[in-house]
């Protein structure tokens, strides 16, 4: 196993290039490929898409397009798509393949194989879709066959994941009889829903909110537009660490304020952590308050993260290494990511000396005054990152409060910022 130790920088970078938002792009590359299908859409050029991720995440996406517009549909044996560890993909591309003439396997790895996925097949075969499980009932691989669908009117869950909801909205505008989406029970991660109607609408699709619950998409084509993505909110948050802990001030080129990412709001939540964002017409600045460490062990930060849970492994480490007591709710989609991200959490930073608290699967919770982290390791502790890109970024400033940290397997980081040790300040000891 690989394994890379980080040692405390004496500064820190004073412009970091992030990668382009993969949740953007990954919807950007569906609705792409949907819209040229139209038979008015003669020229590449009418839907070009700039500054996509490089990530395997969308990597995989890009490939599964290629894949398919390669093809001859007339083939017999069926097409298979390796999404490898991408939940993203796995979600997108089942939902379009769906609506993509042909017949299709969609597998990935052995952890892709143990993610539910029944919820997104249920309410695409109540739409027509011919959906198999190849293995296991509720799980991947899946063989899909491909054609038109007739939409209509179907219910999910909207408590477990958001990218279920996104998926099944952008194929609606090729629904025979477009989408009426109704959602049931909590609604999670409501940015990504919105971020995903503001691209169809780019696209030329005629979707709305009905009501609070309820989503109408209309059968009407999306139209050839060549988009720009932003830079991604969520790689942004691992930098805003490093100044809540060390100090000094960074810039980070095309973060928006009136960005469509729900993850922007990391810039609120690091805000009572001592780090202020200043907005450029180019990026946004981010620096340390002169006065604030950001630590009032009195005073818990309580955060509700059940719309922006990506973050929620960036926040409780920067907590723990501050020394600041925390209260974060909202968090159930996180035992269903690339790993169980609670008991991930909780197991990696006992190593360091903080016992994390947990409850009802969907709460942890930490007070200084009860624990005190360990300080004088005798050998760097080795952090495990459980083939999850965000466990390794989220401890790599460990190294800051501990003078070191080893990271096991940090090339995990590819999944959504391959540039990210790169950009790392290292230090030799």
Known sequence: ??????????????????????????????????????????????????NISDCDDSRVVVRALAQCKGRVVEDKEPLVVDIMAAGTAMRFLTAYFSVSEGTYILTGTERMRHRPISILVDALRSMGANIKYECEEGFPPLRIQGGILRGGEVSVSGQVSSQYVSALMMIAPVMRDGL????????????????????????????????????????KPYRPTSYGVESDWSAASYWYELVALAGGEMFMPRLYRDSVQGDSRVREF????????????????????????????????????VEQPDLAQTLVCTCAFMGKAFYFTGL???????????????TELHKLGYNIEEKDDSVLFWNPMKDIARKDFEETVAIDTYDDHRMAMSFAFACVPFGKITINNPEVVSKSYPTFWAEFPQNEK
């Not at 980080?6 to 949740?23: G, M």
């Not at 001592?274 to 818990?300: D, H, L, M, S, W």
């Not at 159930?332 to 909780?346: C, G, H, M, P, V």
């Open 1 to 50: 196993m690989s394994s890379k130790t980080l040692y405390r920088p004496t500064c820190i970078p004073e412009v970091i290039h992030l990668p382009a938002s993969k949740s953007i792009s990954n919807r950007a590359l569906i609705i792409s490929a949907l819209a040229q299908r139209n038979t008015y859409s003669s020229l590449e050029n009418d839907c070009r898409l700039e």
């Open 332 to 346: 159930q989609s996180l035992k269903i990511k690339e790993t169980d991200r609670i008991k991930a959490l909780r």
């Open 180 to 219: 009426t989406l109704r959602l049931e029970g909590d609604i999670v991660s409501r940015p990504y829903i919105d971020m995903t109607m503001s691209l169809m609408r780019a696209f030329g699709a005629d979707v709305e909110w009905a009501d609070e619950r309820t989503i109408r998409v209309f059968p």
């Open 270 to 305: 690091f805000e009572s952590l001592g780090v202020k964002t200043e907005f450029t017409a180019g990026g946004a600045k981010i620096y340390k308050e002169r006065g604030r460490c950001g630590r009032n062990e009195q005073e818990p930060l309580v955060l509700n993260l």
